[in-house]
């Protein structure tokens, strides 16, 4: 398979501010590797679910990659994509790191790779009960991104997004506003 983008569409300011820009050459670019190979399905990693003008410019995207983050469990997602399309899909990112940002469900605040491990058998358990309109799933990350939070000399728990205590399994990389 052949995978074109990463989540792209989170960013209209590469395009114009027109994502039928990118979506124009996305199809283009699926139309020309299928005059070159005819074996070998296209894709994308689209951010979440694609949205209606996204799957009605890309026609020949063949299998839709999605990066999904819904904690311990994408199940949503799966009923969701079949509403919108027949075409196959897959979790082109899908995953928890080690860093809780509360302490819950027996889970403690901080480095937990215990919650990492939990919340990542949980997500496999859901893609593998949804084999039926899932290809499958790409775990995400197997190193923890902390050095993108700030400090880059060491490991920084620190982050740009904010805690959401309604989570059940906080298993994400998030800056404490307290």
């Not at 990659?65 to 399309?85: A, C, H, L």
């Not at 027949?86 to 509360?102: H, R, V």
Request: with cysteine; aromatic share 12%.
């Amino acid at each position: 398979m052949c995978e074109l983008g990463n989540e792209y569409n989170y960013h209209p300011e590469w395009f114009e501010g027109d994502m039928n820009n990118w979506y124009s050459s996305l199809n283009q670019a699926a139309t020309d590797i299928h005059r070159v190979d005819k074996k070998h399905p296209v894709t994308t990693a689209h951010g979440e679910i694609p949205e209606v003008l996204a799957l009605n410019s890309c026609l020949d995207i063949d299998v839709w990659g999605m990066n999904v983050y819904r904690w311990d469990n994408p199940k949503e997602i799966f009923e969701q994509w079949k509403t919108v399309s027949t075409k196959p899909m897959y979790l082109s990112e899908a995953g928890g790191d080690s860093y809780m940002t509360i302490a819950k469900r027996g889970y403690k605040r901080d480095v937990n790779e215990k919650a990492q491990a939990d919340a990542n058998a949980a997500i496999l358990d859901v893609v593998f009960k949804n084999q039926d309109s899932s290809s499958g799933v790409t775990l995400f990350s197997f190193t923890d991104g902390w050095w993108k939070a700030g400090n880059i000399k060491e490991q920084d728990p620190g982050g740009w997004a904010p805690i959401i205590a309604e989570c059940p399994m906080t298993v994400r990389l998030t800056k404490s506003w307290a």
